[in-house]
T-cell receptor, first 111, second 113 residues
Framework: KQEVTQIPAALSVPEGENLVLNCSFT??????LQWFRQDPGKGLTSLLL?????REQTSGRLNASLDKSSGRSTLYIAASQPGDSATYLC??????????FGQGTTLQVKP | DVKVTQSSRYLVKRTGEKVFLECVQD?????MFWYRQDPGLGLRLIYF???????EKGDIPEGYSVSREKKERFSLILESASTNQTSMYLC????????????FGQGTRLTVV
């Protein structure tokens, strides 16, 4: 059974710092991996989708990488801002078409 | 812009009531999903639908049913609401292709008293 783990569960950094969020999965047979952002009490906003054949995707200050063989993905946030404070979730698409989520990393960026 | 709309942001219902949560998407997506999100448990899949009138159980279907009569609308039904169904409910949709993004609604915070 696919399991997705995100470490750390919470992270607090000063504004301007570059940071890395980690996501690991137990079964490397995935179709894609997606990173989401969730603000308190709200739904999920899609940030980046990495297909299984890709190594990385970039959008603005965000860069996500994927290493299927080791079962890992990282989300790199450059020059963090207080507006980046949120919970970040990764999800893998299994061969059944379902999305399996990690528990998320709650990020606080202090001014 | 892509849009998934859930009918209510907040709902308060009584134990034993039949509850309907509605989700509508405007992207002509084939696949639609219902999740619940609880502190410490993350997002858990309740049901998903891969076409009109088609449905498949997720990880926690007990106490729930779904309806998909039209492609754009996916309803989650709590047959007899219980306090342990108090949760945040999230709807998502995605195109049929396996390498496509999933889009989520804004969530419905349901409280059963």
């Amino acid at each position: 059974k696919q399991e997705v783990t995100q470490i750390p569960a919470a992270l607090s950094v000063p504004e301007g710092e570059n940071l890395v969020l980690n996501c690991s999965f137990t079964d490397s047979a995935i179709y894609n991996l997606q990173w989401f952002r969730q603000d308190p009490g709200k739904g999920l906003t899609s940030l980046l989708l990495i297909q299984s054949s890709q190594r990385e995707q970039t959008s603005g200050r965000l860069n996500a990488s994927l290493d299927k063989s080791s079962g890992r993905s990282t989300l790199y946030i450059a020059a963090s801002q207080p507006g980046d404070s949120a919970t970040y979730l990764c999800a893998v698409e299994s061969n059944t078409g379902k999305l399996i989520f990690g528990q998320g990393t709650t990020l606080q960026v202090k001014p | 812009d892509v849009k998934v709309t859930q009918s209510s942001r907040y709902l308060v219902k009584r134990t034993g009531e039949k509850v309907f949560l509605e989700c509508v998407q405007d992207m002509d997506h084939e696949n639609m999903f219902w999740y619940r999100q609880d502190p410490g448990l993350g997002l858990r899949l309740i049901y998903f639908s891969y076409d009109v009138k088609m449905k498949e159980k997720g990880d926690i279907p007990e106490g729930y049913s779904v309806s998909r009569e039209k492609k754009e609308r996916f309803s989650l039904i709590l047959e007899s609401a219980s306090t342990n169904q108090t949760s945040m409910y999230l709807c998502a949709s995605r195109s049929r292709g396996r390498r496509t993004e999933a889009f989520f609604g804004q969530g419905t915070r349901l409280t059963v008293v």
